[in-house]
């Protein structure tokens, strides 16, 4: 693991943050605006479009406010201590790529579910129900795009940290 490696993480870290709060503004803006200036598919698909929003919102936010002092403190421990470094930083990241799985099934399965809804809304005449579906699935597999990067990223930093010596 090098100092280049660690930093270079985390600002693509950082810089993938301000898309999600860029993204979720977008989506905020746009779903207020389908609410309540929209046709009845749009009044559905901004019920989603807000929700996730919301998610990806506090998502950036928090991921772009921590990383700073995330990143003083791994420089110095990787410095000061790296085989405490190593094995901490490590143990973090099995639980990062565990939670990007589970990330991934919860994403694909809210694209499907909101595939359905779209069928579903299609043949029942139902446009809300159509509109919630499209949002959905669009959410979902924005989400799950973002994801892809960001776990690729973490899947390189992890190797990594498993090729440091100690």
């Keep these: 693991m090098t100092l280049e490696t660690l930093l270079d993480y985390f ?8 898309l999600f709060i860029a993204a979720g503004a977008a989506a905020l803006l746009a779903g207020l605006a389908f609410w309540f200036r929209g046709a009845p598919v ?14 990806h919102l506090v998502v950036g936010v928090t991921v772009f406010a921590r990383t700073d002092e995330q990143v003083r403190s ?22 990062v790529n565990d939670n990007f799985d589970l990330y991934q099934q919860i994403g694909t399965a809210l694209a499907l579910a909101g595939l359905g809804m779209v069928a579903w809304g299609l ?27 960001a776990q690729t990223r973490a899947d390189v930093y992890t190797q990594a940290l498993i090729a440091m010596g100690t």
């Design 11 to 18: 600002a693509a870290e950082k810089a993938e943050s301000v």
């Design 42 to 55: 749009l009044k559905g698909a901004a019920i989603p479009l807000i929700a996730i929003a919301l998610i």
């Design 74 to 95: 791994l420089v110095a421990q990787l410095e000061q201590q790296p085989a405490a470094f190593k094995a901490e930083e490590s143990k973090r990241m099995a639980q």
């Design 123 to 149: 043949q029942r005449a139902r446009p809300i129900l159509a509109g919630a579906g499209c949002g959905l699935a669009f959410q979902a597999l924005f989400t799950l795009v973002l994801d892809y990067f």
